[in-house]
């Protein structure tokens, strides 16, 4: 009895008959081979396989006609998907043409318009000389006429001496009108009644101070004098734009203040730092710069204390803002639709975090604040509790690197190396900017994705849980992130956390 070969031992038959080395090999070598592998090999030798061979009737009968249809709806899909996109493409390429037509028509408008008043303005020299050229003409005919004409010297007396009269009188009535109508007969009479209240005012003012103690009259004498300091800093100050907003907001200038002042100011708002870590509410001052003669303290504490007080509200302001702008993205991607504004908002948002392909899972993970404790640790280390020469000169408080020029060159830095420290025009700019290196760089994916892990497990995110993922912000790596754990304990900062800015109060912006 003939053993009933398959498929396989029937393609191996064949390989022997046309004698194919490859696959007597793999035979040899005991390697199996597919049935598939086996074809392969059989046509690229160019051998025709027999169809008696093929014993899978339901492969060529069923299966391929079904794979061959799928193949044709995914194509059919794909040739939709493709339509579409080239729609929406088109729509957005007329949007644009739209738009810029627009724009130059307005344009061509504007310079049309601009044509025709400098074309009129031309016109006017000549209409002027026009006019002036009438007017002289007629006027020396006039009085040519006058001249050549033979008048009566008697009667041309009596007109002169007419027209005189006629006005002196008309002057001397109008005077004499206007001095009655200005003349106030009232005002000695409202003099004597402002002066009466003004004495009362004073006598019952010196009362009060013989009866009120000693702290009391150095209070009234401070009320007294603000309202005098403020009309005498109004001449020499800046001019001050008050605003009706919820947030009050002091923008200081660049106007190179010293730390005395500085101290005394915030004496004189009450920001201190002992309400601040109770109450977790800070108020919206903005510094510009650090003082110049921070250095110059005696007291480290109250170094320290300063440099607190002016770097706090800038991070929690930025901090405020990228939790405004994660939820405004939350809400988004709630949405089924959006509108053109929002479409280019989350644009700016995506180039603004550096996430490709408009990943929006990803601009949530980057979309996060830093928590203040390390943002006041790593400040107060890299800037020498901002007294170093790149934070005076520069604002540079993060101490991030550049290579394109714009920076300050380091004193002590090796001859192969050309790196400098990024330079910014105010200290809010250098905040910005350190969060966007924590938000984007990928040196920090360590540090974003245990934030993540924060957030889905309704954890607080705070500072020393994240200062370890921070190695790679220092050369000197594991030794830098314990540095900033002992800033953070020694200095208690983990208690502005939770701080937020205070709100309803005016908003004052100074304007240099």
């Not at 004499?176 to 209240?197: L, R």
């Not at 201190?272 to 650090?290: A, G, M, N, S």
């Not at 705070?462 to 370890?468: D, I, N, V």
Request: hydrophobic share 35%; aromatic share 10%; charged share 30%.
């Amino acid at each position: 009895m003939k053993k009933r070969l398959s498929y396989r031992d029937k393609l191996i038959e064949l390989a022997y008959i046309y004698n194919v080395r490859e696959i007597q090999d793999y035979v040899k070598r005991r390697k199996n081979l597919t049935t598939g592998q086996i074809e392969l090999i059989l046509k690229k030798n160019k051998i025709t396989i027999p169809k008696e061979f093929n014993t899978s009737f339901l492969k060529e009968n069923f299966s391929k006609p079904i794979s061959k249809i799928k193949l044709n709806i995914a194509n059919y899909k794909e040739e939709k998907i493709k339509e579409k996109n080239r729609f929406f493409r088109k729509v957005e390429n007329y949007k644009y043409d739209t738009s810029r037509k627009v724009n130059r028509g307005v344009i061509s408008l504007w310079k049309g318009i601009g044509i025709a008043g400098i074309n009129f303005l031309n016109i006017l020299p000549k209409l002027g000389l026009t006019i002036s050229s009438f007017f002289g003409n007629l006027f020396t005919d006039v009085f040519n006429s006058i001249y050549n004409q033979q008048i009566d010297k008697k009667s041309a007396r009596n007109v002169i001496l007419g027209f005189f009269i006629i006005c002196a009188s008309t002057t001397l009535v109008i005077t004499g009108y206007k001095q009655f109508t200005n003349f106030d007969f009232f005002s000695n009479k409202i003099e004597t009644n402002k002066t009466e209240p003004k004495i009362k005012k004073k006598q019952e003012s010196k009362k009060k101070e013989a009866k009120l103690p000693n702290k009391d009259k150095i209070k009234e004498n401070k009320i007294k004098k603000k309202p005098e300091q403020k009309t005498q800093k109004k001449n020499k100050e800046p001019e001050l734009k008050v605003k009706r907003n919820n947030v009050a907001e002091v923008i200081l200038p660049d106007l190179n203040l010293k730390t005395e002042t500085v101290i005394q100011l915030f004496k004189d708002v009450d920001y201190d730092l002992r309400k601040v870590r109770t109450e977790k509410l800070v108020k919206p001052i903005y510094f510009t710069q650090f003082p110049k003669d921070l250095d110059n303290l005696q007291s480290v504490q109250l170094k320290k204390e300063t440099f607190i007080k002016i770097v706090l509200p800038l991070v929690v302001a930025e901090n405020e803002k990228i939790l405004d702008d994660r939820q405004k993205l939350i809400d988004l991607s709630l949405k089924k639709f959006t509108t053109d504004s929002e479409k280019q908002w989350l644009r700016q948002k995506l180039l603004e975090y550096k996430v490709k392909k408009g990943d929006l899972n990803e601009l949530l993970i980057r979309m996060d604040i830093i928590p203040v404790s390390i943002a006041l640790a790593q400040a107060a280390k890299e800037s020498g509790w901002g007294t170093s020469r790149f934070a005076l000169e520069g604002n540079a408080i993060f101490g991030q690197w550049t290579w394109d020029g714009q920076g300050i060159a380091p004193l002590k830095r090796d001859n192969n190396k050309n790196h400098k420290i990024l330079k910014f025009p105010i200290l809010r700019a250098s905040v910005k900017a350190y969060k966007n290196n924590l938000n984007t760089h990928k040196s920090y994916i360590k540090f974003r994705s245990q934030r993540k892990l924060l957030r889905e497990k309704r954890k607080s995110i705070s500072g020393l849980s994240l200062t370890s993922t921070l190695k790679n912000y220092a050369q000197t790596g594991s030794e830098y992130t314990k540095i900033l754990n002992q800033i953070i304990t020694q200095n208690n900062l983990s208690d502005f956390e939770l701080v937020k800015l205070v709100n309803s109060v005016r908003q004052v912006e100074l304007n240099s």
